[in-house]
Structures are given as structure tokens and as C-alpha cells.
């Protein structure tokens, strides 16, 4: 299993706009073949921050996750609107089947 957990935070008021524009990658990573476990989280402290917790089978699916169109159409969308210094990517691997 591959697993990474991504956390962002929007610029100053704007974590609405980031969290409408995130629920819209759920569903469809979701149905992705490889997807195993996908959710969007609100920090309860940080209107502004969310929290993307996602496991794939392998790397690749989550390459492949990248590659598609919902997840293009939210970078288009959503970065220009994140504080870039909050981008915190941790992945893991993992140790059992």
C-alpha cells in the first residue's frame, strides 16, 4: 500500500473556496482503480486548512491518480489559492499486506 497524507492551507480567507473546490476530487478519486482510501479533512483549529488522506495499492496508482482530469482541473483551480509554504506531503509505504 501506498499512502500520503497532504496538507494545505488557503490564503487568508479563502478556506471555503479551497474546501468546495477539494469535495469535487472525492467521488471520482474514489472510482479510481487503484484507490483504496480517500478523504478530505477540515482542521477544527484553522478554517483554512484541510488535510488530504489518501491510500492507493502502489505508487503508481497514485501517479496515475495525478495524471487524471478531476485532479489537473483542481490544480488549475486550488493552488493558485494555497499558501505554498503550507504544502506538506509526507508518504508512506506500507509494511503489511
Known amino acids: 500500500m ?3 497524507t497532504i496538507t494545505l492551507r488557503a490564503l487568508p480567507g479563502r478556506g471555503d473556496e ?3 473546490l477539494s469535495l469535487l ?3 471520482p478519486s474514489r472510482a479510481e482503480p487503484g484507490c483504496l482510501h480517500f478523504d478530505l479533512l477540515r482542521s477544527t483549529s484553522s478554517p483554512d486548512e484541510i488535510v488530504f488522506y489518501e ?3 502502489t505508487q ?3 501517479d496515475a491518480h495525478l495524471a487524471t482530469d478531476h485532479v ?3 490544480q488549475a483551480a486550488a ?3 494555497i499558501d505554498r509554504d503550507t504544502i506538506r506531503m509526507p508518504s508512506h509505504v506500507g ?3
Open 25 to 27: 476530487t472525492v467521488a
Open 95 to 97: 509494511l503489511t499486506s
Open 2 to 4: 501506498y499512502a500520503i
Open 55 to 57: 491510500a492507493y495499492r
Open 60 to 62: 503508481a496508482d497514485f
Open 72 to 74: 489537473r482541473a483542481w
Open 18 to 20: 479551497l474546501v468546495r
Open 79 to 81: 493552488l493558485p489559492i
